[in-house]
C-alpha cells in the first residue's frame, strides 16, 4: 500500500492523541505534553498540528502564530516535529510538503522551526533537519547550552572541589522542597540584577509542579533554615534539565550551588545527561563566559540549540 501523509489541526479534543503521540515519539519530552503547553495558551495564538501517516497518528507539531509567522512553539525553548518510530525519512519529507501546503492555505508565510537538540532524543532521529534543508530552511540562530554525559568519564575542577567542601564544612545542607515562593523570590532577585527576570512565575511553577509532580521537582541548599541556593529540576527520562539555578550572595561566598548541583548529580548517576541549559544571549551571538565556565567546570560540554527559518 502506498504512503499517504495527512495532518489534521489540534483541537483540546485531542488532547489525549497528542500526549499519547509525545510520550511514543523519538524526540518528545515533558515539555511537549498538553498539560505543560497549556499553562500558557492565553498568551499564544495556537496551531499546532498532527500527522497522521495512513489514517495513523505519527507525529505532532506544536505551534503558535503570530501574524504571518508560525513558530514551533512561540512558548517552547525547542519543538519541531515530534514524530514516532512509525515515521521514516521519506515520509518526513512529505510530512512538511503537508505541512508547508497548510500553512500557506492560511496566509502563514514563514516558519520558525526551533530542533530539538539530539541530547534529548530518545532514539536518533534527525529525518527533520534532513528535511527542512531540502525545504530551503536556513538557519538563523544557535545557542551555545551545557551537558554532563554522566555515563562517560567526567571530573569537577579543583576549585569546584574546593568550593563543595567549603559548603560542606560550613554546615550547608541539601533537601528537596515544595517552598517555591521562597525559591522564586530568590530567583527573581538574582535575575534582578542583570535586568532580567524569570520565565514563570511562582504560580506557575507551582501549577506545573502539581500537574507532573515526579518531573518537576525543586530542591534547595540551605544553613540553618536559611535559604542559601536552589534548582529547579526537569526530569526527562534519560537527560535531567536545571530548568533555574538561584545562588544567594551568601550561598555564593560558601559554596552553596555547587554543593547543591554536585548532589544533584550524584543522585541522577544512572541517567545519561545532566543539562544546565544555555550561556548565550543577543539570539546566540553573544557567550555568557563566566556562566558557562561554570557549568564547564562540572564537567560539562557543549550542545548546541538552533533555530531555523523557513520560507513558505
Not at 236 to 264: K, W
Request: glycine letters at 8%; proline letters at 3%; aromatic letters at 10%.
Amino acid at each position: 500500500m502506498d504512503t499517504t501523509i495527512s495532518l489534521k489541526p489540534y483541537s483540546t479534543e485531542d488532547a489525549a492523541l497528542w500526549d499519547q503521540t509525545v510520550r511514543q515519539s523519538c524526540n518528545g519530552n515533558l515539555l511537549h505534553l498538553r498539560g505543560y503547553m497549556d499553562y500558557h495558551r492565553d498568551r499564544f495564538e495556537d496551531c499546532s498540528l498532527i500527522l497522521l501517516r495512513n489514517q495513523k497518528p505519527v507525529a505532532v507539531f506544536p505551534a503558535s502564530r503570530s501574524g504571518e509567522t508560525v513558530s514551533s512553539h512561540g512558548g517552547l525553548t525547542y519543538g519541531g516535529l515530534l514524530h514516532t518510530e512509525d515515521l521514516g525519512t521519506h515520509d518526513t519529507l512529505l510530512a512538511f510538503a503537508a505541512i508547508r501546503e497548510h500553512y500557506r492555505g492560511l496566509g502563514v508565510q514563514t516558519v520558525v522551526y526551533k530542533a530539538v537538540p539530539a541530547v534529548f532524543h530518545r532514539l536518533p532521529c534527525q529525518n527533520d533537519l534532513y528535511a527542512l534543508t531540502c525545504a530551503g530552511a536556513k538557519l538563523v540562530r544557535r545557542d551555545a547550552s551545557s551537558v554532563i554525559h554522566l555515563q562517560e568519564p567526567f571530573s569537577f575542577s579543583k576549585g569546584r572541589k574546593w568550593a563543595i567542601n567549603k559548603a560542606k564544612k560550613c554546615g550547608v545542607t541539601v533537601r528537596q522542597s515544595h517552598d517555591f515562593e521562597r525559591f522564586h523570590a530568590l530567583l527573581a532577585q538574582v535575575l534582578g540584577k542583570f535586568g532580567a527576570k524569570p520565565t514563570h512565575s511562582c504560580a506557575e511553577l507551582e501549577l506545573l509542579s502539581g500537574r507532573f509532580p515526579d518531573a518537576i521537582t525543586l530542591h534547595v541548599a540551605e544553613q540553618q533554615e536559611a535559604l542559601l541556593a536552589g534548582v529547579v529540576l526537569y526530569d526527562f527520562g534519560h537527560v535531567v534539565h536545571t530548568q533555574y539555578m538561584a545562588n544567594s550572595d551568601d550561598g555564593r561566598e560558601i559554596g552553596a550551588l555547587d554543593l547543591l548541583v554536585a548532589e544533584l548529580i550524584a543522585k541522577y548517576h544512572d541517567r545519561t545527561f545532566f543539562s544546565f541549559g544555555i550561556s548565550t544571549e543577543e539570539q546566540g551571538l553573544k557567550l555568557n563566559a563566566g556562566l558557562i565556565a561554570q557549568k564547564e567546570a562540572f564537567g560539562a560540554r557543549t550542545v548546541v540549540h538552533d533555530f531555523y527559518s523557513w520560507p513558505l
